[in-house]
């Protein structure tokens, strides 16, 4: 049975749930059983090749260390299985998994549990809710192998929790600014003011000062070790919406896929707070959940994921493609599908970069959120991801102030948000305004904005602005590679020059592009970074999955 301290009454069941003879008969096959000792360890944190066990006999205790000592997370007895989502996405344990009573298990290779998630539909429900809840509830209460000790006036403080929340992985976060005992823990690592944030990972075995993304993403394995000498079916990066719909896809349909992800699964799309006018989610969903279940197919279907990693350039010459990562590797694959995204355009304001992540932010979920409790708070945009934001903010702030450049939303803003807008009078709407300086110390302070209408500039004391306005694509890695629009967005389809005015064909085959095939056969663009694509979530779901049926034909060709 779980812990009584793991979850709440009602998931409990569910999270940890007691396999009936049947269903362990039909895992047999896959497995083989063994007998288990007193004390017997059969896996620990930071194990990376953790088999999957169905307990037959006897009684397992699940231990997590933490900077204060072990912790019960849960205890196993016949019928229950162990793991979570590191089973499927195969990083690092995160637990202790030993033998309090001896016993037999059934033990099964990370490649067994994928091959029965994948053909039998009952128990890959079973084992995937359970997995997820266990996550959850890892991820709810903060117990993991890392921890931050952090400051809510760090700018590198935020994009560290940023980093680790929105890859959902489960870890303890300690405020220096509030927690009595934070200097205590800075004297026991020896540690200064200067030294924060300050990452204890895995478990105190190493600690990083200040670190960057790419080090804690090594230091948690989520960087991953993809085998360079491996030729794959298709490589996708960018892991937003239109990315993670074609790894699904892609993967389900038996191909084999790499993700490669530069910050975090979602995209734009994974800092939304809540999207509503999504099909099949009557009361809306936050972006960030989306991304969770999105990635747990993936993985389910056998996707590798790669995640703080960036392509640096496409070797397009010869095929199969190449493609040259930061660090200087190079991973090929007979077909490239590119979901890159784009990233909000920051405001052409003096000092911008001073107050990023100490003031101004580019994304609005929970963790903003807690950072302006009861304040007033300013959102620059018109589109839908803004007014998301701005309805989102309106629920703990004292006021929002959305600053459009348009005199209106109609243009822009599904008419169910600008109703919502409207009608909160928490929410003020300024039209034909921008902000026109932003001030402060060592934080945003003091905003002052623009009424392009009467000319006139105003004061306020708002410290916290959240910039969601038009995006721009990072495609500069591809220039003198693919056919791009005069603003950087990928040429796909018709909408590619055949010709460039010499009489030379810069399609290179006799048959014309597919839907989404780039100026480079067997190379796609989906999503946002796509030339004439519709900004929404679901056209960019339908892009990634429909990229795999001409990924299917370019490989035929071949």
Not at 325 to 333: I, K, N, P, R
Not at 392 to 402: C, G, I, P, W
């Amino acid at each position: 049975m779980a812990s009584s301290t793991f979850g709440s009454e009602e998931s409990r069941p569910r999270a940890f749930p007691v396999l009936s003879a049947e269903q362990i008969e039909r895992i047999r096959p896959l497995g083989e059983v063994r007998a288990t000792e007193v004390g017997e360890e059969l896996f620990r944190p930071g194990d990376t090749t953790v088999p999957f066990f169905v307990l037959l006999g006897g009684r397992m205790e699940i231990w997590q260390p933490g900077l204060d000592g072990q912790r019960q997370v849960a205890v196993h007895t016949a019928g229950e299985f162990t793991g979570e989502m590191t089973m499927i996405s195969g990083q690092r344990c995160l637990v202790t998994g030993r033998m309090t009573e001896a016993g037999e298990v059934l033990q099964l290779s990370g490649e067994s549990l994928r091959a029965l998630v994948a053909r039998d539909a009952e128990l890959s429900e079973i084992l995937m809710r359970a997995f997820l809840l266990r996550r959850v509830e890892l991820v709810r209460q903060g117990w993991g192998t890392l921890t931050v000790l952090g400051s809510q006036h760090s700018s590198r403080t935020l994009e560290i929790r940023e980093f680790l929340t929105r890859n959902g992985y489960p870890h303890t976060y300690i405020d220096l600014d509030r927690d009595a005992t934070s200097q205590a823990l800075l004297d026991r690592f020896a540690l200064t003011a200067a030294d924060v944030p300050v990452v204890v990972c895995n478990a105190g075995q190493q600690i990083f000062r200040r670190p960057s993304i790419k080090e804690l993403a090594a230091c948690l394995g989520l960087s991953g070790n993809a085998d360079g000498r491996k030729l794959r079916d298709v490589i996708v990066v960018g892991a937003g919406p239109a990315g993670l719909a074609a790894a699904v896809y892609a993967a389900s349909e038996g191909l084999s896929v790499l993700v490669i992800e530069t910050l975090a699964p979602g995209g734009q799309a994974g800092s939304s707070s809540r999207i509503e006018n999504y099909l099949g989610f009557p009361t809306g969903v936050s972006g960030q959940d989306l991304a969770g279940r999105a990635v747990s197919q993936a993985l389910k279907f056998g996707t590798q994921m790669m995640v703080a990693r960036s392509v640096e350039a496409l070797e397009c010459a010869r095929h199969p493609y190449e493609l040259r990562l930061d660090g200087g590797e190079t991973l090929a694959a007979r077909a490239v599908v590119i979901a890159t995204g784009a990233q909000y355009n920051k405001l052409p304001l003096e000092g911008l970069e001073r107050f990023e992540g100490n003031g101004i932010y580019y994304g609005a979920t929970q963790m903003e959120a807690q950072l302006c409790l009861g304040e007033e708070v300013a959102v620059v945009g018109g589109g839908n991801s803004a007014g998301q934001a701005a309805a989102f903010l309106a629920q703990t702030t004292r006021k929002v102030h959305m600053l459009v450049r348009s005199s209106g939303l109609a243009a822009t803003m599904s008419r169910y948000l600008i109703e919502r807008l409207e009608q909160n009078p928490k929410v003020g709407i300024h039209y034909q305004t921008e902000v026109a300086a932003v001030e402060g110390e060592q934080r945003l302070e003091r905003l002052q904005w623009l009424n392009k209408a009467t000319g006139e500039t105003s004061e306020h004391a708002i410290r916290h602005l959240f910039v969601m306005t038009g995006a721009s694509p990072g495609t500069a890695w591809l220039h003198g590679c693919l056919a791009l629009d005069p603003k950087g967005f990928i040429l796909t389809g018709r909408d590619l020059p055949l010709h460039d005015g010499t009489g030379s064909a810069h399609w290179p085959l006799e048959r014309a592009p597919e839907l989404l095939e780039t100026s480079l056969p067997g190379v796609f663009a989906v999503g946002d970074v796509r030339a004439a694509n519709v900004k929404r979530v679901a056209s960019a779901v339908g892009e990634g999955a429909i990229s795999i049926y001409f990924v299917h034909r370019w490989l035929a060709e071949g």
